[in-house]
């Protein structure tokens, strides 16, 4: 079974700056798919980017980025200048890659607040 | 709107009472998924539709949970002899199997309280 472990329950920064989210998971499967998932308050979860194992080359999209380091299966989620509108729920999730059959393994989830 | 929508959007029920819930997946998704999240964790599978044929069941969806996609359109999650432990949100999302397959777009759920 595959785990996500996100060690930051919550984080806080203020708005322009960088912030980092961490996220580690465990898995025996060599092909898989990795997705960070935002979830606004009292609104639907909204895919932010999503990186497959096979890809060295780290994904990218608009102020978000990743470092994905699949031999230590860390995929840390970076976010830059970071707007009010970043605040939200941060969950990281696993996907084997198998059809989508399992569907998604989820963290448990990072609360960021962006200061004004 | 064309996303994924999911009615009622809250249920109160008292304990022991059945509900059902509804998911409308993007129309030409042919992969839904149900999760269920509680407060301070991350959303936890349930089960998966392909089309109208149920290929995945979690081990968390128990003999009082059963789910339905008839015709490959729509989504019902039943809860029969509902307990304190099954109020959540219980989130609905779907796929489509070719492009950007792995890509799953959720609803905004239905929160389910259990007196």
């Known amino acids: 079974a595959q785990t996500v472990t996100q060690s930051q329950p919550e984080m806080s920064v203020q708005e322009a700056e960088t912030v980092t989210l961490s996220c580690t998971y465990d898995t025996s499967e060599s092909n898989y798919y990795l997705f960070w998932y935002k979830q606004p308050p009292s609104r639907q979860m909204i895919l932010v980017i999503r990186q497959e194992a096979y890809k060295q080359q780290n994904a990218t999209e608009n102020r978000f980025s990743v470092n994905f380091q699949k031999a230590a299966k860390s995929f840390s989620l970076k976010i830059s200048d970071s707007q009010l509108g970043d605040t939200a729920m941060y969950f990281c999730?696993?996907?084997?890659?198998?059809?989508?059959?399992?569907?998604?393994?989820f963290g448990k989830g990072t609360h960021l607040i962006i200061q004004p | 709107d064309t996303g994924v929508s999911q009615d009622p959007r809250h249920k109160i029920t008292k304990r022991g009472q059945n509900v059902t819930f509804r998911c409308d997946p993007i129309s030409e998704h042919n992969r839904l998924y149900w999760y269920r999240q509680t407060l301070g964790q991350g959303p936890e599978f349930l089960t998966y539709f392909q089309n109208e044929a149920q290929l995945e069941k979690s081990r968390l969806l128990s003999d009082r949970f059963s789910a339905e996609r008839p015709k490959g359109s729509f989504s019902t999650l039943e809860i029969q002899r509902t307990e304190q432990g099954d109020s959540a949100m219980y989130l609905c999302a779907s796929s489509p199997t070719s492009g950007r397959g792995n890509e799953q777009f959720f609803g905004p759920g239905t929160r389910l309280t259990v007196l």
């Open positions: 999730a696993f996907m084997k890659q198998r059809g989508g059959a399992d569907g998604l393994t």
